[in-house]
Structure formats: C-alpha cells, structure tokens
C-alpha cells in the first residue's frame, strides 16, 4: 500500500476519473455561466457579448433587489429554526431524564423524508384562508384573526421560509445532536464533579466542541436559503406578484420563461458569489472565535 502511495501515476490513475467528472459537470459549466453573463444571449441564437451590461441592467432591476432581501430573510429563518432551534432541541434530549425522546427525535426528522410537493401540498391545505386548520383554530377560540398565509406580501415570504425550516430542521437536528453524543463523556462527567450546573456544561463544553458542527450546519442553512426554489414554485409561484422571488427563482424566470439566457447567468452568478462570500464570512468568524 506505501508502495502505491508513493507512485504519482497510480495516484493520478485512480483520481483521473473523479477528477475528469468534476470538471466536466462543475468546473466547465461555472465558466460557461460566467461568459453567458457577459453576453446578450437567448439560447437560441448565438451569444453576443455585452460586457457589464447585464450586471449594469441587474442592479438596477427591482425585482433583483427584492429576491436579494428575500434570500438573507430566508436563510435568517433557517438559521434560527434549523440550527439554534435544533441545537436546543439537541441540548434538551441529551438528558436522559427526559421521557420518550426516541419518539420525539423520530418525529422530529419524518418531516425530512417527506418529498417537497406533499409538504407543500400539506402546508397550503393548512394555511388555506377559508378551510385552512390554522384560521379554523383562531374561529374557534372566537379571535378575529383570519390571516391572508400566502397572499399577503408581507406573509408570503415568512410562511415560505417556515415550510422549508419545518421539512429539513430534523436533518440539521440530528448531525447535532450526533456530533453531541460522539463528544467523551469523561468531559461531561468531570465538568460535573467539579460543580459545574447542566446548562454550565452546556454552555463551556458542549457548544465549544460542536463548534465544526455548528459551523457546517451554519453553512448549510445560509447556502440553503439562498437557493430556495421549490417550496416558492409550489406554494406562491413567487407570488403575489414578485414578493416572494428569490435570486434561484429570479433566474429561472429570467432564462426559462423570458428566454433572456445571458441575464439568467447573471443573476446565477450573483447567486454563487453570494454563497461564496457566506461561506467565507462564516469560516472566518468561527475561526476567529475559535482562536480567541
């Protein structure tokens, strides 16, 4: 096995094929996005470059703007119900006086292996503003309260960026709560000798050791948000009007229905840059607490 390791060759031979597919589907498309951005391009002519002015017409377009606010009120959504509502649930169930917290931690991840369309389907009969269970429940408890869920504009996007927590909170929910029950026990055990409360080893020695974990599901809710697509096409359709768009459902719009291929690459590319930019921003403040 050394003796393979230590020839180049071999290794290149047995990374060529996932180094070849990499390029192929990742790498080569991403340079193609960049170029069409460049360009005045309707799929089916041939492209015609631009320079900057899809960038120019992109920042001055308002719907731009709205699925930009859009996507960081998503991905702040995400981050409170998936990853610090899921690290509390974490902290709780790792009591093991807690009753039933096998059933409770099923329950909490049955909603993750539900495909998108029946959740949203589930999520509209209950949200529905004439026989939805939720303006129901307020008519029965006589309050005056029958909210318009996905046709207000000010809702829409709110209800939308719930559907998605509550379908994958239990995903994030158990990497965190795996990470916390991999962590030694004799850390826990000798924070408690030495007189610390529950919720004093919680906070000192828990939490610091899942920092990578927390630091990934950071990245994961933040990217997620970002790229929400389905739960709008099958709840809102963006609607109503564009209160619900995001940079993802912008740009479907932009190449697949307006046939403006070159400006779809353009929002696109927003869209990487601004994942990009969310993940190094999150590396580096956690690296920085962590060095502190």
């Excluded at 096995?1 to 060759?9: A, E, G, S, V």
């Excluded at 017409?57 to 930009?68: A, N």
């Excluded at 994958?168 to 158990?174: A, D, E, L, R």
Aim: one cysteine or more; proline letters at 3%.
């Amino acid at each position: 096995m050394d003796k393979i390791l230590r020839n180049k060759k071999a290794i290149f031979i047995f990374i060529a094929p996932a180094l070849i597919m990499f390029v192929l589907v990742l790498v080569i498309p991403m340079v193609q996005m960049v170029y069409y951005s460049l360009c005045d391009y309707a799929a089916l002519t041939p492209p015609k470059f631009t320079g900057l002015a899809n960038y120019i017409k992109l920042f001055q377009d308002r719907i731009f703007w709205t699925s930009f606010r859009n996507s960081f009120l998503v991905a702040g959504v995400l981050i409170v119900f998936e990853v610090i509502l899921g690290t509390f649930l974490t902290l709780v169930l790792m009591d093991k006086r807690i009753q039933c917290r096998k059933f409770i931690r099923s329950s909490l991840f049955i909603p993750v292996v539900l495909s998108v369309t029946v959740v949203c389907q589930l999520w509209s009969s209950i949200l529905n503003p004439e026989i939805g269970l939720i303006n129901q429940i307020f008519s029965a408890l006589g309050l005056d309260f029958q909210q318009q869920w996905l046709s207000d504009k000010h809702v829409a996007i709110l209800v939308v960026a719930f559907v998605n927590a509550w379908q994958y909170m239990g995903y994030q929910f158990v990497i965190i709560y795996s990470a916390a029950n991999s962590i030694p026990t004799d850390y826990i055990e000798a924070s408690r000798i030495d007189g610390a409360t529950r919720w004093q080893t919680n906070f000192y020695i828990i939490l610091p050791m899942l920092r990578d974990t927390l630091r990934n599901c950071l990245i994961f809710a933040v990217t997620g948000g970002f790229n929400i697509y389905s739960q709008m096409q099958l709840l809102t359709q963006g609607g109503p009007g564009t209160a619900t768009y995001s940079l993802t459902y912008m740009t479907f719009r932009s190449a697949f229905k307006l046939r403006k291929y070159g400006y779809g690459c353009t929002s696109a590319v927003s869209l990487m840059l601004m994942c990009l930019a969310s993940i190094a921003v999150i590396n580096m403040l956690m690296s920085k607490k962590e060095n502190e």
